[in-house]
């Protein structure tokens, strides 16, 4: 059966973080009260929109067919199924009392495009967000459940419901189930789950897994053979669909937290992905990689509906697919160009269709094969709780079903080969092993995890056995791998075990790279293989390869007894007068996992007190970076000396980790100190357990923030501690002029105040000012909203919104022009001429950047920059640098105790202090002594607006000539 008949979308996924309560009346708006069956054409004035040359945006249906979409399918009868709401914002017991939504079945009786019939398939459903239609029956996600809808004597409605899967929880923010999907490579129904928490049991009551962990999920459709098919950290996987050899392609909100970013993910099976600030969710997995990869990061845009657009032909390429994305909170539809990169995919960013219209919320895409046309959903404005872009409910802003046609008949676009390896041919699964292809690799590693040759029959005589197949992905294991590949070489070996990793393997092995992926493949069946993984773990704490020390150090931390076996090791290395870096880092890490524990409290006295600075400093470090709340009297006369010693930053980091009030005279004493440093007076009041931000103290903090001649480090450290403090009304009036004027890092740590302000009138005062800050823009919009969600909504809606979109409407305009300035370069770049310009220093580039021997080796060497950037990635990083920061290339803003300050990249740590390289392009050694503060800033040093310096035609010289350099 043709996959996209069987298409589903579904409803996007949103921010758990700034959920908003639902709403208390049991009401359902009169605009979602219908009969069963509704007739005729809808009509509705299209939107004002972008699109590119040769496509037409058509109305598909509109009220009152539909009232407001949220997913869709076709059937083999070309008929479409929508899940419609009724425009509540309920919660999961309102929605459990009386389930308002249901799911819509469409006709189009006369074949013109536009559906003219609408039934109620299926009432009194909690929150329908996906379906599926698959033999006769449509599969329907609506939580807690999967559920099968089946109209039996073809009256249109569904007299039958099965609840085939259940057991995932929801609260109606909609991060919760979206689905189902068939995968036709394999027949089996997917469906996704946001980090709501889940029980689920096989039918025979086995349980499959219980935690918090947002997933990718599947089964047969009867229901049977539950599996998760990856598990995660995020809020809210949203949608999959499958690449036509069943790789599994998805979008999944708020994967990252700091900055918030909305991802494009190959959802590979058995992965384990993890978020810094949610890592409990997965604490019982197994894992392979620290670091998941990940496709592509669109940033806060609400992520929703998703498709691959199969006849869409661009180039005609075999090798490119297109993956249709829509975002909920940019009104925008955008195209992803997929191209083969190693195991996985690169994704390449395109606007396909942008709506001028705020009121519109994108939910689902899904492609229409009759035609080649695509199914655009618009929600409407009824929802709220869960919603990046309003405050408000606006029920009576209906959505609508929109088709966009090409003008031409599509054309199907061209296939690339199709990877069959069967599943028993161990002939041939070694052969592809061996293969150039990655992807060819990759998938027979997966399909040895879902069929591990356990029971096949062992011919000895045979050319190839199942020890002959675990020795080739052993030999996998010295390769050098990409990430994706790396996690299918040891989800392999776990799934294959002692076929291809064994104890023996693990203490032979002299390869630091293939010992850590073994380290990570071995399953030990017993405590006694248990304890002597633990062993060879613990020899390499202090490996000089880090890769390799990182995963001892997570193997022998996870073990029950590392405190009372490993510890004493550790000890042993403090008996040198210095300690090596690699054991350094390794006693960081060690120690700040087992802080809680008594023998590694023990080990930390021992650092604190001990002749080298540097261990005291890593002690330090571990004490600063605490989240278990551990505390040891031992430590105390140790810090009150170095306290009166040498008052550092991270010692007073440390100190208020501990949350006693035992230094609170010291620190008391040190803040009113006006020889010291500004940024160590306000560190000492902010370490402090019981000062609060009252009279004086509060003057001087405020003071920091209002005087222009404040370093930047010290603004960014008033500002962190206002925000952690108890204010009064009247001290966060004082504040409310400040806002106008605050810089990006502080506007950001600030405005949570807005939220803890309940008085309606200050709540507008503020909104007034950060509505005048020319920086409002540097923030995402969910910020501000949730910022403001308890106070009225027309203070958020009237007064913050209209300012960031006139804000940001120029940012967009600069983002829509990447993909066709990128256009332009091969057509008129010359590299000839690019050259020139750089070598004369139009654009500034030369003042940062390094190209063989020309220019300053501040930013990142360019030299090769071609073979790593595409020509739209290298005009984001001009338009947008600090969307594109390299690692390692971070600003720092340095504060020495001179009352000096240093802005510039950090180019490497030396005994004798940092070295930095100032804007200038100056390098200067900072001794590790004289440093009060050290800011990293989460921008470019490279500012925005260099494109704006030279021409357009000279822009395109420039990035052919960099596009040129491999």
Avoid at 61 to 77: E, F, N, R, W
Avoid at 318 to 330: G, K, Q
Wanted: hydrophobic share 40%; net charge negative; charged share 25%.
């Amino acid at each position: 059966m043709n996959r996209p008949l069987l298409f589903l979308a579904t409803f996007s996924a949103l921010s758990h973080a700034a959920d908003l309560p639902a709403d208390k009346s049991m009401e359902i708006p009169e605009s979602g009260k219908r009969p069963v069956v509704i007739t005729g054409k809808s009509t509705l004035a299209l939107p004002k929109h972008d699109l590119p040359e040769g496509y037409t945006l058509e109305l598909a249906a509109a009220s009152p067919l539909v009232t407001h979409p949220i997913m869709g399918c076709l059937d083999d009868k070309g008929r479409l199924f929508v899940g419609d709401a009724v425009g509540v914002n309920w919660n999961k017991a309102q929605l459990e009392k009386n389930p308002p939504n249901r799911v819509l079945m469409l006709e189009d009786t006369d074949n013109d495009g536009a559906y003219d019939k609408s039934t109620v398939f299926a009432d009194k459903m909690t929150f329908p967000q996906g379906a599926c239609w698959l033999n006769g029956s449509l599969y329907v996600g609506s939580p807690p459940s999967l559920w099968k809808l089946t109209d039996t004597d073809n009256d249109g409605v569904a007299d039958k419901r099965e609840e085939i899967v259940t057991g995932f929880e929801y609260t109606g923010n909609a991060a919760d189930i979206h689905g189902p999907f068939l995968n036709p490579t394999n027949g089996r129904l997917y469906w996704c789950h946001g980090r709501k928490g889940h029980k689920v049991l096989q039918k025979d009551g086995e349980m499959v897994d219980e935690s918090m962990a947002c997933g990718i999920w599947s089964c047969q459709p009867d229901g049977k053979d539950v599996q998760w098919h990856s598990l995660g950290c995020g809020d809210n996987p949203v949608e999959v669909d499958f690449t036509r050899e069943g790789d599994v392609i998805g979008v999944q909100n708020l994967y990252f937290s700091q900055p918030r970013g909305d991802t494009l993910m190959h959802w590979l099976y058995g992965g384990v992905y993890e978020r810094a600030d949610q890592m409990k969710a997965i604490s019982h997995l197994p894992r392979t990689l620290d670091t998941m990869p990940v496709m592509y990061n669109f940033g806060h845009v609400a992520v929703s509906g998703c498709c691959f657009w199969n006849t869409y032909a661009y180039g005609k390429s075999a090798t490119t697919n297109h993956f249709m994305v829509t975002h909920f909170n940019t009104q925008r539809l955008v195209r992803m160009e997929l191209t083969r990169e190693g195991a996985t995919y690169k994704a390449t960013e395109n606007e396909f269709l942008k709506l001028h219209n705020p009121d519109i919320h994108l939910t689902d895409v899904m492609e229409d094969p009759r035609d080649g046309s695509l199914l655009l959903f618009d929600t409407g404005g009824w929802f709220r709780i869960g919603c990046p872009a309003s405050l408000m409910a606006k029920s009576d802003l209906l959505g609508a079903v929109y088709r966009i046609k090409p003008k031409s008949p599509a054309m199907l676009a061209v296939k690339g080969p199709k990877v069959t390896i069967a599943k028993a041919d161990i002939n041939a699964q070694i052969k592809a092993l061996a293969s150039t292809d990655m992807h060819a690799r990759r998938r027979v590693l997966e399909s040895l995890v879902l069929n591990p040759p356990e029971d096949w029959a062992r011919d000895e005589k045979a050319d190839s056995t199942p020890e002959k197949l675990g020795e080739a992905v052993r030999r996998l294991m010295h390769e050098p791998l990409d990430p994706v590949l790396e996690h299918s070489v040891i989800s392999a070996a776990q799934a294959l075990n002692l076929l291809v990793v064994s104890l023996e393997d693990l203490q032979t092995e002299k390869d630091p790279t293939a010992l850590r992926r073994m380290l990570v493949s071995f399953v030990p069946d017993d405590a006694s293989s248990m304890n002597l993984c633990m062993e060879v773990a613990a020899k390499h704490l202090d490996s000089t390869d880090a890769a390799l020390a990182r995963v001892a150090l997570r193997l022998v931390t996870e073990h029950p007894d590392a405190d009372a076996g490993i510890t004493p090791r550790l000890q042993k290395w403090l008996g040198e007068k210095t300690v090596s870096a690699a054991r350094l880092h390794a006693l960081e890490g060690y120690a700040s996992a087992l802080v809680a524990q008594p023998k590694t409290q023990q080990l930390v006295t021992a650092m604190l007190k001990h002749l080298s600075g540097e261990v005291r400093m890593t002690a330090l470090q571990v004490l600063a970076s605490s989240t278990s709340g551990a505390k040891n009297d031992a430590w105390l006369p140790v810090l009150d000396k170095q306290l009166t010693e040498a008052p550092t930053p991270l010692l007073l980091d440390a100190i208020k980790k501990l949350k006693t009030p035992h230094f609170d005279a010291a620190l008391q004493s040190l803040a009113a100190d006006t020889k010291r440093p500004l940024s160590i007076r306000l560190k000492a009041l902010d370490a402090a357990r019981n000062v609060k931000l009252t009279g004086d103290t509060f003057t001087m903090v405020k003071g920091v923030l209002a005087d222009a001649a404040s370093s930047a480090a010290a603004k960014i450290q008033a500002a962190g501690m206002i925000a952690a403090a108890p204010m009064t009304k009247e001290q966060v009036t004082e504040l409310a002029p400040l806002f106008a004027t605050l810089g990006p890092v502080e506007l950001k740590t600030l405005l949570p105040l807005a939220r803890k302000t309940k008085d309606a009138e200050l709540g507008r005062t503020l909104a007034s000012e950060i509505a005048k800050n020319p920086t409002i823009a540097s923030q995402q919009e969910s910020l501000y909203r949730t910022a403001f969600s308890d106070q009225p909504p027309e203070i958020f809606e009237g007064i913050i919104h209209p300012a960031y979109e006139k804000a940001s409407e120029a940012l967009e305009l600069k983002k829509r022009q990447l993909s066709p300035l990128a256009d332009k370069v091969g057509a008129s770049g010359d590299v000839a001429r690019g050259k020139a310009h750089f070598a004369a220093g139009k654009g500034t580039c030369i003042a940062c950047h390094k190209i063989g021997e020309v220019g300053r080796a501040i930013g990142p060497d360019l030299s090769k920059i071609g073979a790593i950037r595409t020509e739209r990635d290298l005009l984001e990083s001009i338009l947008f640098p600090s969307n594109t920061l390299a690692r390692d290339y971070e600003a720092h803003i340095i504060e020495t105790s001179d009352g000096q300050q240093t802005m510039g990249v950090i180019k490497s740590h030396t005994a004798e202090g940092l070295l930095v390289v100032d804007v200038a392009g100056q390098e200067k050694t900072v001794s590790h002594q004289s440093i009060t503060g050290d800011t990293t800033l989460t921008m470019s040093l490279m500012p925005m607006g260099l494109d704006q310096t030279l021409p357009e035609a000279e822009l395109l010289d420039l990035v052919a000539y960099l596009r040129s350099l491999r």
